[in-house]
């Protein structure tokens, strides 16, 4: 699980200083919501959300960024399904290649599980991550036209999928 020196692991619990640091800043109104502010918890990982739902890339031994990947469904018929329920890299880290192996990983992961297909949602006007998602054979499945009202402007919701 290596791009150039970025390598990729499993989470674990000693992660949640860095990763809440990395989220509390990775954000902005094109790629999430400017209501969830960082002060609203203080820890990364919840009962919910703990480690194993989480892929941590690191660069020469930093943490510098994050991919949340979880079942999709809670039931049977949906488990060939896994949803990316967040990307995000330190900014001073974008643009090396760290996105790409986070996706990387979580295509092996996938695999790994035995699933058929990855699917996650981005904001169109998340131009880089698009890029990203479309370089890795993302395509969009469904347009969900004017689904949020962002800093005075509606943008549509994009779902993607990959199969695997
Ligand atoms: C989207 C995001 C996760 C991408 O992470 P990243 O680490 O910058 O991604 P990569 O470096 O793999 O790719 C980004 C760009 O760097 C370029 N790049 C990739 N590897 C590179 C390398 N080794 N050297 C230089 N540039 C490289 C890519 O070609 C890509 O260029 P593009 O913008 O023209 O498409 C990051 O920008 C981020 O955290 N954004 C805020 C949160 C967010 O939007 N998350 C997604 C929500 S759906």
Redesign the pocket.
């Known amino acids: 699980m290596t791009?150039?020196r970025?390598t990729v692991r499993r989470a674990v619990e000693s992660d949640d200083a860095v990763l809440l640091a990395i989220d509390s800043f990775?954000?902005?109104a094109?790629?999430?919501f400017p209501s969830f502010g960082a002060a609203d918890h203080d820890t990364f990982f919840t009962e919910a959300r703990g480690p194993d739902a989480h892929l941590v890339?690191e660069i020469d031994g930093n943490v510098?960024?994050y991919l949340r990947l979880e079942n999709k469904y809670p039931f049977e018929e949906g488990a060939g399904v896994l949803a990316?329920n967040?990307?995000?890299?330190?900014?001073s880290?974008?643009?090396?290649?760290?996105?790409?192996?986070?996706?990387d990983a979580a295509t092996a992961e996938g695999k790994r599980r035995g699933a058929r297909k990855l699917t996650?949602?981005?904001?169109s006007t998340?131009?880089?991550?698009r890029?990203?998602?479309e370089?890795h054979g993302y395509v969009i499945e469904g347009t969900h036209p004017q689904e949020f009202l962002i800093e005075g402007n509606y943008i549509d919701k994009l779902s993607l999928a990959k199969f695997l």
């Not at 880290?93 to 996706?103: K, N, P």
């Open positions: 791009e150039n970025v990775a954000w902005d094109s790629s999430g890339a510098v960024g990316i967040g990307v995000a890299v330190t900014a880290a974008r643009g090396q290649g760290v996105g790409s192996a986070l996706l996650l949602n981005v904001h998340n131009l880089g991550a890029r990203l998602y370089r």
